[in-house]
């Protein structure tokens, strides 16, 4: 059975999605900070120090002297509903999120989000009085969740006991959630970075629709070097008609596929993601693949 497991999970980080590896990554991580405190003696503190060797201090100095910790603190979790319910949240949105605009944006979105919140959280915590150490993926999940909300606004979500909600009321509920819980005294530093993947989520779905992709170094690294080499080749260009026909076989293809895409989108608007057939899904699976 573990042979099974194991190969199981290395099929996911060969063949699967950004979205569950993102997860396993955070899961695997979890499962080592488990670890590390069931065999740390409660009285000699070595566990409390470890965390702030992987968490966000919240000052400034402290940061720079442990300048890894704004990207590790956002796999950081302690307990099992701190992590499950992040996770769950991240496979939610991160899925209509990685249909729409493809698979390869998911994890600089993720990277992106938390990096975010955790400026936000050091420019913020000494207003809002917040000391200690941050940790959680909840700011990178808020970058899905408003992207998604951008993405398709009027794509219903069933929820236990409320029934159909479209994803910008569910969205917008939890952006206010944190606004409000701002002036508690319970981890209002955490909200303040919240809040920050909420606004760089739906800052940079909005940069993409007008046709800026703010992260897209980080999802094609191999874009700019490609660009420089075409600038230094010298290319002779020969016309002949069955270049034009080939032209113009690709140019409607390309048509007939962004119809196609428009038109389940609008299906979405309409009926949720749920309605998608199998061929749907194909189309926006073909369509990511041409994005990216």
Known sequence: MLDSIIDDIKSQFRYGNKI???????????????IVRAFSPASSGFFKEFLTWIALPSGFLSATQKPW?????????????????????????????????????IVPLYIAGGLFGAVLFLFCAPLLSASGIAYGASAAVMAFVVAAGFLAPDYNMRLILLGDIKLKWIASA??????????????????????????????????LQQGTDLLAILSNPSTKA?????????MKVVHNVQNEKSSKQKSTRSEDLQSEVDRILDKINASGYDSLSAEDKEVLFRASKNQE
């Open 20 to 34: 569950v590896q993102i997860i396993l990554i955070n899961f695997f991580i979890f499962l080592g900070i488990i």
């Open 226 to 234: 490609s660009r420089k080499q075409k600038r230094k080749t010298k």
């Open 174 to 207: 939890l952006v206010l959630i944190d606004l409000v819980m701002l002036s508690e005294a319970n981890n209002p530093g955490g909200r303040i970075a919240h809040l920050g993947g909420a606004v760089f989520g739906g800052l940079y779905i909005y940069m």
């Open 69 to 105: 910790t704004v990207v590790t603190h956002m796999f950081v979790h302690q307990g099992l509903w701190h992590i499950g319910w992040n996770m769950l949240m991240l496979y939610w949105f991160g899925k209509i999120v990685g249909d729409l605009i493809g698979d390869k944006k």
